[in-house]
């Protein structure tokens, strides 16, 4: 096993040399199968000096993925990353997926609550300092999350526009020695539809109702038409 605390280099070379130009299904075969010899479910560290996980929000369109990662292997860890100000549909959409998709390792993550009590006792730090909710709610309890994993598994898309319009499959995560891997990167709106209606993927209740890309209540409204996906976050 090759290691390297502060440098991931190695590892995104070593994933780089293992996918070729695939995406898609491909992709997550590649990097799970790369993981751990029959899968990512037992964390072993054949390759990459450490586990795969998904990190996915369970929004409009996470159920692509999350299927990818299933066919694979259902033990692949599924980091869900509960803020406490999420929609009560995505919760119900969360237990209906992984119900349907026999996923075995969800990781339920929420914020300290210390720093909630300290920090947002009365619930209005969205409005008030939106980039320390974020970081109280969101990265903080992600980063403790992906502690000994050596890569993770975002569904962030090229389409869903600005810093992301440049996307690669793999990249090297700043400030850290991981790899990120972006199995759809490439992919379109209609891509991910087709995926979803051929595999029968149950669908976020709130995409009926307008919202293109789903997070925190506060933070996110309906798009109208014509509007990028994410310009009701
Ligand atoms: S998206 Fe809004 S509610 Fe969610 S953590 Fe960030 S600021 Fe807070």
Redesign the pocket.
């Known amino acids: 096993m090759q290691v390297c605390a502060t440098d991931g280099s190695w590892r995104l070379r070593t994933l780089r040399a293992a996918a070729g130009e695939r995406d898609g299904l491909a992709l997550v075969r590649a990097m799970l199968g790369l993981a751990d010899g029959s899968g990512a479910g037992s964390g072993s560290d054949s390759g990459l000096g450490g586990p795969i996980a998904l990190v996915s929000s369970f929004g409009a369109e996470s159920a692509v993925l999350l299927d990818m990662v299933a066919t694979v292997d259902p033990r692949t860890p599924v980091i869900f990353l509960d803020?406490?100000?999420?929609f009560p549909e995505t919760l119900e959409h969360r237990r209906e997926l992984c119900a349907h998709l026999g996923l075995t390792d969800v990781r339920h993550v929420r914020p300290d609550v210390a720093a909630l009590e300290r920090y947002d006792p009365a619930g209005g730090?969205?409005?008030a300092?939106?980039?320390?909710?974020?970081?109280?709610?969101?990265t903080e309890p992600l980063e403790q999350a992906l502690e000994g994993f050596a890569a993770w598994i975002t569904g962030r898309k090229r389409f869903q526009g600005a810093a992301r319009g440049a996307l690669e499959l793999l990249e090297a995560e700043p400030g850290t020695d991981r790899v990120k891997i972006n199995p759809l990167a490439h992919w379109s709106l209609e891509d991910l539809r087709h995926y979803r209606r051929l595999r029968q993927l149950p669908l976020h209740p709130l995409v009926t109702r307008g919202f293109a890309s789903i997070?925190?209540?506060?933070?996110?409204s309906p798009t109208r038409p014509g509007e990028p996906p994410r310009a009701g976050?």
Not at 83 to 86: E, I, K, P, V
Not at 129 to 138: F, G, M, N, V, Y
Not at 215 to 220: E, H, N, V
Request: charged share 25%; with cysteine; glycine share 8%.
């Open positions: 803020t406490g100000r999420l730090l969205a409005m300092e939106p980039d320390l909710c974020c970081h109280l709610r969101k997070g925190c209540a506060p933070c996110t976050r």
